[in-house]
């Protein structure tokens, strides 16, 4: 065996190794890619749920969506403060729907509860005044855009009020059991 065999075999191993460690690293990006969408479905169930207990915890709140009244002023800023939060969320979600973290069905699920929030004429006012203030300008446009197609969801919140309205009827959940 001459110096050039041996250095053909080495050639040979170093592309093999080359190859291997490039499948290595895509195996690798694989897993990391998993994990980046993994923990974005994390947060944003986290936040789903952070905004049900703010609204299961908060009456003031609740009343600010269901009433045609207008709220007190520390209620107002209950919403706003609410509204604002929610909103984040929407546009960090579409940031990672733009990034290619989270694909469009996902996104759009969890989008959609931009109508329910948005949905009353005292809502559409905040996002039309002072919400979108401080929110990336496309996420605007596209929110404003996904709104003209969207009717008002009073309706949705009258029902669940009066699915609040029958609570008593149905009896507590011991009763139940």
């Not at 908060?58 to 600010?64: G, I």
């Not at 039309?128 to 919140?157: C, I």
Request: proline share 3%.
């Amino acid at each position: 065996m001459t110096l050039s065999d041996l250095g053909s075999i080495a050639n040979l191993l170093s592309a093999i190794a080359v190859l291997a460690t490039l499948v290595y690293l895509a195996v690798q990006v694989e897993q990391s890619n998993r994990l980046a969408r993994s923990q974005s479905r994390q947060r944003m169930i986290e936040q789903t749920q952070q905004e049900l207990y703010q609204w299961i915890d908060n009456p003031d709140l609740r009343e600010a969506f269901l009433s045609t009244k207008t709220p007190s002023p520390e209620t107002q800023s209950k919403m706003h403060f609410f509204l604002i939060s929610a909103m984040r969320q929407r546009e960090w979600e579409w940031f990672q729907y733009k990034d290619g973290i989270i694909n469009k069905a996902v996104y759009e699920a969890y989008h959609g509860v931009i109508a329910l929030h948005l949905g009353i004429p005292r809502t559409r006012k905040w996002w039309q005044t002072v919400g979108r203030m401080g929110f990336n300008s496309t996420f605007v446009s596209e929110v404003d855009a996904f709104l003209q197609g969207q009717p008002l969801t009073e309706k949705y919140y009258e029902d669940i009020r009066c699915f609040d309205a029958l609570a008593p009827e149905r009896g507590s959940v011991s009763e139940v059991s």
